[in-house]
Structure formats: C-alpha cells, structure tokens
C-alpha cells in the first residue's frame, strides 16, 4: 500500500500548468493569472480632496482659529468631474468636493465643517498645514505599477482593483476539463424512478459541484452500467478533457470494472490502493490520452480523496500550489482518540472554539465511509497518520477544512 504522501506525489507530478487564455473582466472572478495586472494609469490622477471644503492656500489661514476665521474671496467650484480651471491666489479659495482636482495654487483642503461661508466670502475657522486633506497623485499606485502577481487566484477586491487600473483584459489560465462518470448498474440519477435495488447517485453531482468550487469545468458523463464495454464507451467522452474521475468500480469485486476496463484499453495503472481510510481503492493513470483518477465507491470516500487528490490537481492545473493555505491547519481534540493503525485516517469533525477562543475539533462518533449527512455536517478533516499513537483530549492534531474554494472576497 502506498502512504497518502507518495501517492499525491507521483500523481501530482503527472500535471502542470494549463496554457493561458485571454477573458474580459468581469468573467475574472476565481480564476488565476498567467501574467500580472499592469496599472494602465496613474490613481488618483491628479491631486484629489479627501473631504468636501474649501481648497486654500495654507499660509493664508496660518492663523486661523474658530474665534478669529480668516475671510477669503470665492472664485469658483471643483466637483469630481468638473475641474476649475483658474488658480488660487493669495487670499482666494475655491469650493472643492470629495473626489474633485485640487485647483493650481491651492495646497490644502479645509472642511466645510470649520467654514462659514455667503455668496462671495468664505471665513476660515481654523488653520490647516499643506497637504491636508489631499489625496495627491498616484497616492493609491502609479501606471505600469504591478498591482497583482501571476499565480493569483483573482479575489472581488483584485477585481476592483483591476477595474480602477482600467485593465479590461487578464491573461489567466484556462480551466481544467474534467469529465465524471459514475459506474455501476445500482446507480440511478437523482429524479429518475428507482428500481428495488436501486441507489441514487449521490457522487458524480458532488464532484462535479467540488470541481466547480476549484475553479474547473465539469462535464458528467453520466451512469456506467457493470459491464466492460458500457465502461469503455462512456469513458470515452472524456476526449478532450484535462483529466477523468471515475467513482465506484475501484476495488476488487467481480463487478468492479474500472481497472480492468481501462487497462484493456491501455491504462497504465500508476497507483493502486492506499493506506488511508477512507479512500483504500484508489487509482491513478491513464485513458488513452486522458489522465485517470478512479475514486472509490463510497459516498464519503468520494468526496474525502476528492478533496485529497482531486483538488491538487485542479489547483496544480491552474498554476496554484498544491495546497489550500486559507483556513486554521490545526486545532485542538476535543475527545480522546485510540491509536491508528497503517492507514492515514482522516477523520470528519465538527469545528468550534473555546472559552479561550481556541479553535476545538470534535470527530463524530460514526466514521462509517456511506454516511453522506455526517459528512455534509464536518467542518474539516483531522488527519491521523499512519500509526498515530493515542491522543488525548486537548492535544493538537492536523486539521484539513472543509472549506476555501476559487471564490473569495
Ligand atoms: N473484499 C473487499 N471489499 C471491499 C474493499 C476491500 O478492500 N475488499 N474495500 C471497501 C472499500 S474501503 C471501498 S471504499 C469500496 C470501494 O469500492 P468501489 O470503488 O469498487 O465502489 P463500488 O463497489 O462500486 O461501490 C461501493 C459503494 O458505493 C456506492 N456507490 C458507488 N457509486 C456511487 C454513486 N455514484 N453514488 C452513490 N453511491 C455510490 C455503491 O452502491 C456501494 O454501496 O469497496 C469496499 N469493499
Ligand atoms: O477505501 Mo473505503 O474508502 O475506506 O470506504
């Protein structure tokens, strides 16, 4: 049996980057750049007021105080958008609001709030340093700056960002491709009549619903019945895609075909059988072009090594690290655990924190790999490695949250 890590290793070292592509900014949300966001100008572009007020000369209120205002003549306004186009001289002032082009001459703003003002004098209740008030060019960046790296999975706010340096298109990369074909002849699509026998297929719709939240593209391929050629023929409409999952038909029953299938058809079976639990019968290598995952069967076992397997590739495909770095990686037991045996198990629990704030993991009673509700429930995974001696109640274990995704503020 293979250790989780060596595992995900080799199968890691089977994928690289996909090529870039090139989308318009709105569709930008989640993805990752291929190349970096270039301000294509200056922010702010001129000299901007941070409050609504009067734009002065500040040695002319040098001396200004609530009791003595200093009066200056009105010459004009500046509103965002409507610059004034004269200059302050020495004892004039201009109305300025928030957002607006400090006027020549001018070099503070004061707020309206120290001001009186009538028709043709404004009296200055208070005296303001140079600069005051004043968002001055470029303040926020400066045009050819770099604002965000290649390799960065695009947040709400780097779309903003992107959107105030006026960038209307990102290189990034394309999507993985994923194809999901569900096998065996219990399996039915949710909403199809059920036969006595029958089971509905909770893990295609799962996968392709995990794929979506790492940013890929999904295609189900549907429900493979138990034989070699529906197998063969429905794995065949993963031509094209950047990688097949597979769920069920991965272990050594007489009706598990996957393996055989595909070998037949010239898969190299590059990793078979796990030590971990869930997840013991996966494997790894490729249909004709196309790589292979096969996921086990098992509700829960699908979707633990999904996330396990299936989303470092998604991650690795786009030109991300391997691993989700948001989220806490660590928290406290709360129940003792029993010593582990040679499978790295991963565990579903429910996240909380304590008195102290501390964050606590509680691991449910029932680790049955078919019990999709708990699993639905769990806030993350603790991770028990291979022989893992007993664990004591507050002690601190590895966690893996069940959480992050290609979509963030
Ligand atoms: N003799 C042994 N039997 C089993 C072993 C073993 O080592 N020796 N391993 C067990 C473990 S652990 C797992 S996990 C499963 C893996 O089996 P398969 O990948 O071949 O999966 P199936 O047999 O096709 O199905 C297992 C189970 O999952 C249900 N299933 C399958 N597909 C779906 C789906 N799309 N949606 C919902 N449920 C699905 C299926 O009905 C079975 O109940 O093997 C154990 N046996
Ligand atoms: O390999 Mo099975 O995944 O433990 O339920």
Known sequence: MLSVAEARARILSAFSALPAETIALPDALGRVLAEPVVARLTQP????????????RAADVAKADPAHPVPLRRIGESAAGHAFSGIVRAGEA?????????????????????????????????AVAAGRHIRPAGFDFAERQEL??????????????????NVPWLSVRRRPRVAVLATGDEIALPGDPLGPSQIVSTNALGLCALVATQGGVAHNLGIARDTADSVAAMAAGAVG?????????AAQGDY??????LTDNGVALDVHTIAMRPGKALMFGRAGAVPLLGLPGNPVSTGVTAVLFLRPILRVLQGLPPDETQGPQR???????????????????????DADGALVA????????????????????????AHAPAAAAGEMVGIVPLSGGALNL
């Open 45 to 56: 572009p001129f000299d901007a007021a941070a409050m609504d007020g009067w734009a002065v």
């Open 94 to 126: 201009v109305r300025i609001f928030t957002g607006a082009p400090l006027p020549g001459g001018a070099n503070a703003v004061v707020m309206q709030e120290d001001c009186e003002a009538d028709e043709t004098i404004v009296r200055v209740g208070r």
């Open 148 to 165: 965000l790296p290649a390799g960065r999975r695009l947040t709400a706010r780097d779309v903003a960002l992107a959107a105030g340096a």
């Open 241 to 249: 895609c950047d990688l097949l999952v597979t769920t069920g038909g």
């Open 256 to 261: 598990d075909l996957v393996r055989d299938v």
């Open 331 to 353: 928290a406290r037991l709360a129940t003792a655990l029993k010593a582990n045996d040679r499978r790295e198990d991963y565990l579903r629990a429910a996240l909380s924190t």
């Open 362 to 385: 509680t691991p449910f009673s029932r680790q049955d790999s078919a019990i999709t509700s708990l699993y639905a429930q769990a806030d993350c995974l603790i991770v028990r490695p």
